[in-house]
């Protein structure tokens, strides 16, 4: 059966603007700590954003949403609590995927059917959306009357530094664990013979909090000469075909009616690996159990201390990007109009992350990633070329970044046993980050003694988006990763009420756990 057919799928809306994403460098090397010399041989990533979500099928609603160029309302300095904020109408954003219960690979392909990645469609207007009231801090929380500005931003940094010792000694572990598959994978007469290490994720980004006990690491596969068909007007999500394909391919067996299908191929690629740590020495590791729509085979180091480990398979095309992502990556006025033609001549990958397809998952898509594009954004952050070098003037981006991660780490443990947090993840936060930098271009607009004011901007526009039920995917604008089918509104209302108590008070969580 063809697995493009079946019943049919709604279509996601195109959003206006577009967002920008991290990227990383291929090849092999040591995972040591950003600050430290390299210590450590092959290449681990902690984990990197959860999901990156693709966008889904969108829904009419009652207003219209702001346009794409309009800036959302901003708090004044956090500081100058007393203030009221601007008002201004906000920015449009797009949608993410959603879990559920697995669907045979035979998944629909849509009514209208899948068309050519090249294949530029028409950009339609935004969404209709039904405006969220405003939200006042629950009486039950408790711990009112600390005034805005009373907390110090940089004494939760402080608290966020990770140990070099620590980062050392967990990079030391997972690197000898990744660098023996690699070696492995290459070796043995398999189909994955050609893979090589690709450098993403929050530790590589320099954004990394917490405890290093969590890595991402990516392998990716050049696949040359394919062709995309995007699944339902997705924009994330693809078939992916041959061109040609030749006589002795070794991928040939992963094929299902001509198209490459990611869950056979995440499948002999999660047994290879298991029958492969069997022959790790002195190392506990196991592999822990599949999560229904993960594109990742996860990896528990359980001695000395416990790790875990995402190891990601990434298909790399080096055509030209999708017409999804025209419009996408709005760093014109950032970091200027040659750096953006630059990074778009980079390749994108896909993964085996499986379209959302009613309550299940059409397996035979790929979702693109852009993660190392956002790692490459993240390097190099600012408008000036010295912008946080030794002898540069310092930002607060990547800090402001650090507190927004925080902050949402935080809600969540402190309400982990409420479902209505459960879809949020830092990719949310970093998408969200990305378009305030598109907002707020000049260095200095983010002047490292401006740390919370500039915070306060970064969770402004986070609460309007969760309010809006926009977040413009960066790359891929018309994805909208707060769409009710990837987050229910009820969620986003809960995450907003309880963001707005925490300003209002003085993030009393940033103190908590």
């Not at 219209?64 to 203030?83: F, K, L, N, T, V």
């Not at 050519?116 to 959306?129: D, K, V």
Request: with cysteine; aromatic share 8%; glycine share 8%.
């Amino acid at each position: 059966m063809d697995p493009r057919r079946g019943p049919a799928a709604r279509t996601a809306p195109k959003a206006g603007a577009a967002a920008p994403k991290a990227s990383a460098q291929g090849g092999r090397g040591a995972l040591t700590e950003p600050d430290v010399s390299p210590a450590v041989p092959a290449a681990a990533r902690p984990r990197a954003q959860s999901g990156e979500p693709a966008r889904a099928p969108g829904s009419l609603r009652k207003k219209s949403a702001p346009g794409p160029r309009e800036r959302p309302p901003r708090r004044a300095q956090s500081a100058r609590a007393g203030q009221e904020p601007s008002s201004a109408a906000g920015t449009a954003g797009p949608a993410g995927p959603a879990e559920g219960s697995a669907l045979s690979r035979a998944g629909s392909r849509c009514e209208r059917g899948a068309r050519s990645a090249e294949t530029a469609r028409p950009q339609p207007g935004p969404a209709e959306l039904g405006g969220v009231g405003p939200l006042v801090p629950a009486p039950s929380l408790g711990r009112r009357g600390a005034p805005p500005g009373a907390w110090e931003p940089r004494a939760v940094l402080d608290k966020l530094r990770l140990s070099r010792q620590e980062v050392s000694a967990a990079a030391e572990v997972v690197n000898r664990v990744v660098d023996h598959l690699l070696q492995r994978l290459q070796r043995r007469e398999s189909e994955f013979r050609g893979v090589a290490l690709l450098h993403t994720g929050s530790y590589y980004e320099r954004v990394k909090i917490s405890a290093p006990n969590e890595f991402d690491v990516m392998f990716k596969l050049e696949v040359p000469r394919i062709e995309l068909e995007e699944y339902c007007n997705s924009g994330a999500h693809y078939f992916v075909k041959f061109k040609r394909n030749p006589k002795g391919n070794p991928l040939s067996q992963f094929l299902e009616e001509e198209i490459l299908s990611a869950s056979k191929m995440l499948s002999k690629f999660r047994k290879i690996i298991k029958e492969e740590i069997k022959h790790i020495e002195d190392t506990d590791v196991i592999v822990e159990r599949k999560r229904r729509g993960s594109p990742a085979v996860t990896l528990l180091i359980r001695k000395p201390k416990e790790i875990s480990v995402d190891i990601i398979l990434a298909l790399e095309s080096k055509s030209s990007w999708p017409a999804s992502t025209k419009e996408g990556l709005p760093i014109n006025n950032w970091l200027g109009t040659k750096v953006k033609n630059s990074l778009r001549r980079q390749p994108f990958y896909l993964v085996p992350k499986h379209a959302k397809e009613g309550n299940g998952f059409q397996e035979e898509t790929w979702r693109l990633s852009f993660s190392h594009i956002e790692k490459d954004i993240l390097k190099n952050h600012g408008q000036s070329k010295t912008c946080c070098e030794t002898h540069g003037v310092k930002c607060c981006r990547k800090d402001c970044l650090k507190l927004m991660k925080y902050l949402l780490e935080q809600l969540k443990k402190k309400f982990g046993n409420r479902k209505e947090l459960d879809k949020f993840c830092s990719y949310h936060v970093k998408t969200a980050f990305f378009h305030v930098c598109t907002q707020d271009p000049h260095d200095s607009q983010w002047h490292s003694n401006d740390l919370e004011s500039c915070f306060d901007n970064c969770v402004t526009y986070f609460l309007h988006c969760l309010k809006t039920e926009r977040l413009e995917h960066y790359f891929i604008p018309g994805v909208n990763l707060f769409s009710q089918d990837q987050i229910e509104k009820i969620s986003k209302e809960f995450l907003s009420k309880q963001i707005e108590y925490e300003r209002n008070n003085g993030f009393p969580v940033f103190g908590e756990f």
